[in-house]
């Protein structure tokens, strides 16, 4: 809806390819830790937006990874960009900063000098002033990238041992429950029956037992 209402407003603007998209790639996971909250797809989505309306793109397309790591490149709406980037569908690439396209220095060196460039693609980092068709900040790309792979790494180590410690201190180390549960108020934060959804667990298992295949079981609960 908003993509489509941003092409609408800049309807007749400025679109170097003719009917090629203005990409606008959001990405987060944990690995963005004490940041999430600025980080967070509505956030991203925001500045984004904001930039199209300044810098009159239209036919924009939102790509949106929601719980992706940044060093794993084999996102779904990564992957949807990168092919229509081979079918020579998007003319712009323009992301909240360098971080949201991959916490790999390499790989994202590759894309933004070697991929981005073949294709004549434009690619635009927002916060961090990037912008290949003025070269703006270009120089710096490799350093952002270097630092957004080392605190991929920072985090992912912190994440690990808060992890250990959890589990050796008998806490459990879920930021949610699974269907049929939720998390208690204790310092453990151990795991308690939900009466309210505990009936259809009991019955799933139920169904599950005579038999029934899980797609009849999801047939019956829809």
């Known amino acids: 809806m908003l993509d489509r209402q941003i092409a609408g407003e800049n309807k007749g603007k400025r679109n170097n390819g003719g009917d090629k998209k203005t990409a606008l790639y959001c990405r987060l996971s944990r690995d963005d830790g004490e940041d999430r909250e600025s980080n967070s797809i509505t956030h991203q989505k925001e500045i984004l937006t904001d930039h199209v309306a300044k810098h009159v793109f239209r ?54 000098e070697i991929t981005f460039a073949d294709k004549d693609i434009r690619f635009i980092a927002v916060n961090d002033n990037v912008d290949s068709e003025s070269g703006i900040e270009n120089e710096l790309i490799p350093f952002k990238n270097m630092f957004n792979e080392w605190l991929a790494r920072d985090t992912s180590k912190k994440l690990r041992a808060v992890r250990i410690k959890n589990a050796k201190e008998g806490k459990n180390g879920m930021s949610h429950a ?39 079981i999801a047939d019956i609960l829809n």
């Not at 924009?60 to 229509?84: C, H, K, L, W």
């Open 59 to 112: 036919n924009v397309e939102f790509y949106i990874d929601d719980g992706y790591s940044g060093t794993n490149f084999n996102r779904p709406a990564f992957q949807r960009m990168m092919t229509d980037i081979e079918k020579e569908l998007i003319e712009t690439i323009i992301v909240k900063d360098m971080s949201r396209l991959g916490r790999d220095y390499l790989k994202v060196g590759v894309l933004t």
């Open 178 to 216: 699974p269907y049929g549960y939720k998390l208690g108020t204790d310092e453990k934060r151990t795991l308690q029956i939900d009466e309210e959804t505990a009936p259809v667990v009991r019955r799933i298992f139920e169904m599950r037992a005579t038999g029934m295949t899980q797609r009849k």
